[in-house]
């Protein structure tokens, strides 16, 4: 029996505002010396799944420059392993780039027939998770189905943005609703799905010659495959998140900070893995102060940094404050500059006296590359597009 995973890292996450507008959303920075990419990466090597492929689209570069050959996560293989998958058009594809996730996996046809899975495990790769993809997959095959759903619970208040399901008693899934307006149900598919490869292609082959064009799994075939009954879910228990909003971003890096939420980075039993980059160890200077934070290596901090994770790189001078912040690599904060609740792309440079939000109201926000000039002010719900000078 053989598996093939498909991350799914093509979108332009336009929902993260100015942090996207020069990354792929899979390449965005997490808990400082991660990528969102990292964690089904890890999650496949965790399953024994070696062929796994990456479908890219927008902003390739940024993703490409994390993945490589894929040794962090032992896919650096002779046979099967990691291969990445450029924008692709063939013969019978509609101009352009892909409008969805499944015309991804419709243009990919010839090489996943090719390759001839019995299971094709398909996943996003913009969401925190821990998961055993092999239970995932043994599962589906034990029910007989065409598609598993991984499903887990959610705040009512997320799902508009969702696939939300309702199921049978004996886990099959009776309704899918994607992106409902007035949704019913708490239960989202949490975009993890193991296919039955031969009826998935051939299912999306014949929606092609209906429609003439697919855009994404959740607006016609997932449907479809529920009104025939032929979906079933599997429950993940543990933590998940979208990130794939600014606040939603930023929660997940405070849920690093608390105690009982259950996201544990640090655990041997499943670490999750990355391209490590070559830095010294943090510097905690006497004159600072540091409280519940997350500061990664080489960093230097003289300030104080409070509620906060810092990524690599990140300098904190005397009389500057960084409170419940997401700081990106290689920042500066000038002294007594301030940066409150706010995210901080990379290589921005906060001079002295300067203020990044506000302890009160929405988030701040400010792309890679900017300039805050000496006491100058970032207000709250400000979004600073990159490589501006302020």
């Known amino acids: 029996m053989q598996v093939l995973a498909l991350v799914l890292a093509g979108g332009a996450g336009n929902r993260l505002e100015v942090l996207t507008k020069v990354r792929a959303k899979p390449a965005m920075p997490f808990a400082g010396v991660y990528r969102l990419i990292d964690f089904p990466l890890s999650n496949c090597m965790h399953a024994g799944i070696s062929d796994v492929w990456i479908a890219q689209q927008y902003h390739p570069q940024s993703l490409n420059d994390h993945v490589s050959n894929g040794r962090p996560w032992d896919l650096d293989r002779t046979h099967g392993g990691l291969r990445l998958l450029p924008p692709h058009q063939g013969p019978g594809d509609e101009g352009g780039w892909a409008q969805g996730n499944a015309d991804v996996i419709y243009r990919n046809r010839r090489f996943i027939s090719e390759a001839a899975p019995e299971v094709l495990l398909v996943m996003s790769a913009d969401h925190v998770y821990k998961l055993d993809f092999s239970k995932v997959v043994t599962a589906h095959l034990e029910r007989d189905v065409d598609a598993t ?77 529920v009104s025939e009954g032929r979906a079933a879910e599997y429950r993940l228990e543990g933590y998940w998140r979208d990130v794939g909003t600014p606040v939603s971003y930023h929660d997940a890096h405070m849920d690093l900070l608390a105690d009982d939420v259950g996201l544990d980075l640090d655990d041997p039993a499943w670490p999750i893995f990355t391209l490590a980059q070559q830095r010294p160890p943090a510097h905690i200077h006497p004159e600072a102060l540091n409280l519940n934070s997350l500061v990664s290596p080489g960093c230097a901090i003289r300030g104080t ?53 506000a302890s009160e109201g929405e988030l701040a926000l400010v792309g890679k590359g900017v300039r805050v000039r000496n006491g100058m002010d970032v207000p709250a719900a400000a979004s600073v597009a990159p490589d501006t000078v302020i």
Do not use: W
Request: hydrophobic letters at 40%.
């Open 305 to 357: 940094v409070e509620h906060s994770v810092l990524g690599p790189g990140v300098t904190v001078e005397k009389g500057a404050v960084v409170r419940d912040a997401v700081v990106l690599h290689d920042c500066h904060i000038g002294r007594d500059a301030a940066v409150l609740h706010a995210i901080v792309d990379e290589r921005v440079e906060v001079e002295m006296g300067a203020t990044v939000g």
């Open 149 to 225: 759903m991984v499903t887990t619970r959610v705040p009512m208040d997320h799902a508009v943005r969702l696939g939300m399901v309702k199921t049978t008693r004996n886990g099959l899934i009776e309704s899918y609703d994607y992106k409902p307006d007035d949704p019913s149900s708490d239960l989202a598919a949490t975009e993890v799905f193991a296919f039955s490869t031969g009826p998935l292609m051939s299912m999306l082959q014949e929606l092609c010659k209906t429609d003439n064009e697919l855009s994404d799994l959740g607006d016609e075939l997932l449907p479809r495959l």
